[in-house]
Nanobody, 124 residues
Framework: QVQLVESGGGLVQAGGSLRVSCVAS????????MGWFRQAPGKEREFLAG????????GYSDSVKGRFTISRDNAKNTVSLEMNSLKPEDTAVYYC?????????????????WGQGTQVTVSS
């Protein structure tokens, strides 16, 4: 079993940048595909970015492509999401997710483990 803990959320002005990170428990982090999602009030949870285990292939949703960058440090059991050019519509709770697989995953139902989320608020 994997436990995920997000950090790094906060309040930022539109156009600014923020980095959220997620630390995973366990000793086989590199065997897990990781993803970042977000959920705004009244909306469904939305895929943002995913990264495979060894190899680190990445994929992004169209809404964040070119603005957000996902990365992982397998030695530190950490996956991060660097967010630039933030917009008020990026305001949401941001979640990391994990699944024991080598592939790249895009859907909420693909993932088995979730963090508790971290709030990101972008003011206009």
């Amino acid at each position: 079993q994997v436990q995920l803990v997000e950090s790094g959320g906060g309040l930022v002005q539109a156009g600014g940048s923020l980095r959220v990170s997620c630390v995973a428990s366990g000793r086989t982090f590199s065997n897990y595909a990781m993803g970042w999602f977000r959920q705004a009030p009244g909306k469904e949870r939305e895929f943002l970015a995913g990264i495979s285990g060894i190899g680190g292939n990445t994929g992004y949703s169209d809404s964040v492509k070119g603005r957000f960058t996902i990365s992982r440090d397998n030695a530190k059991n950490t996956v991060s999401l660097e967010m630039n050019s933030l917009k008020p519509e990026d305001t949401a709770v941001y979640y990391c997710a994990a699944k024991l697989t080598y592939g790249l995953l895009y859907y909420t139902y693909d993932y088995d483990y979730w963090g508790q989320g971290t709030q990101v608020t972008v003011s206009s």
